[in-house]
């Protein structure tokens, strides 16, 4: 059976080796919610309003913390304190992209201390191997104070109009998945990565890799910018487990509203494609 399309959420997190992965089907199921919201707003203030408002109705929050424009403790406690009263994850979409010795300060430590917020970082693996390997050896560090907490995301797609991030480099993403699994608890992509077939790497009985996918609207095709969207509905279809929203819900005259719509419209079609309606 296709691990990352059939079962239910409650299913998967009994069986996920990945403690952080459990947890976070265990939200999804809870709150009956598979929105992520992109929290892409500038101050400290309306991030922090944000999530405190849109909290019942998501999973995870991604955040870009680096175009706030008075990040600071406060925004450090802030986030943590939301994340507990509400029961979500913090995603900073960080996009890491470099020699592995450079990521490992990017991500722990530096002036925005990801590892000590954010349960779940991404990475492109335009650099190579190493990227992923850097990260994953810090994140298992002895002295790592977060262990299990933490996890990965591959960017192995990208929504926007011509996007490379297609065949080889797809591939590959699934191969560093495969390799560095307890770290890597799936990816950012457009669909269930499952059926990729690779002369590297084999998938295994058990694998479950979480799918993200971005570019989430229910009223927009894209900007002027090349984002491309598709609905809740298409996006779960093509093996979204989380669909990731931004201006279509923190941008809404109404953004509460709005999150639940897309929960409503996320959480049916993902029980239609498990079976379940
Ligand atoms: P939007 O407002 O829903 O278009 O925001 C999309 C968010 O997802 C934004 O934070 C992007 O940086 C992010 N994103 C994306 O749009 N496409 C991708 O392929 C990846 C991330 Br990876």
């Not at 992109?38 to 999530?51: I, M, N, R, W, Y």
């Not at 990521?103 to 990227?131: D, F, M, T």
């Not at 993200?212 to 229910?218: D, E, H, K, R």
Request: net charge neutral; aromatic share 8%; charged share 25%.
């Amino acid at each position: 059976m296709s691990s990352t399309s059939r079962s239910t959420y409650g299913a998967r997190a009994q069986k996920h080796p990945n403690a952080l992965v459990r947890r976070l089907f265990e939200i999804a199921e809870a709150k009956k919610t598979n929105v992520t919201v992109s929290a892409d707003v500038t101050t400290t203030k309306e991030l922090l309003d944000l999530a405190d408002r849109l909290g019942p109705h998501i999973a995870v929050i991604k955040t870009h913390i680096d175009i706030l424009s008075d990040f600071s403790e406060a925004t450090i406690a802030g986030l943590k304190t939301l994340a507990e009263k509400h029961n979500f994850l913090i995603f900073e979409d960080r996009k890491f992209i470099d020699i592995g010795n450079t990521v490992q300060k990017q991500y722990h430590g530096g002036v925005l201390r990801i590892s000590e917020w954010a349960h779940i970082i991404n990475c492109s693996i335009l650099p190579g191997e190493g990227i992923v390997e850097a990260l994953a050896q810090t994140a298992s560090a002895p002295d790592f104070p977060y262990g299990p907490e933490r996890g990965l995301l591959i960017l192995a797609e990208m929504t926007s109009k011509g996007s490379l991030a297609t065949g080889e480099y797809t591939t590959r993403s699934v191969d560093y998945a495969r390799k560095y699994k307890n770290f890597v608890m799936g990816f950012v992509s457009t669909r269930s990565l499952t059926d990729v077939r690779s002369e590297n790497s084999s998938r295994s009985e058990d694998e479950d890799f979480v799918v993200f996918t971005t570019g989430v609207n229910l009223s927009s095709k894209g900007d002027k910018l090349g984002q491309q969207y598709q609905t809740p509905q298409s996006a779960i279809a093509r093996g979204a487990d989380f669909i990731i929203a931004g201006r279509g819900i923190y941008a809404a005259p109404d953004p509460v509203e709005a999150a639940k719509r897309y929960q409503q419209e996320g959480w049916e079609a993902y029980l239609a494609r498990v079976g379940a309606q």
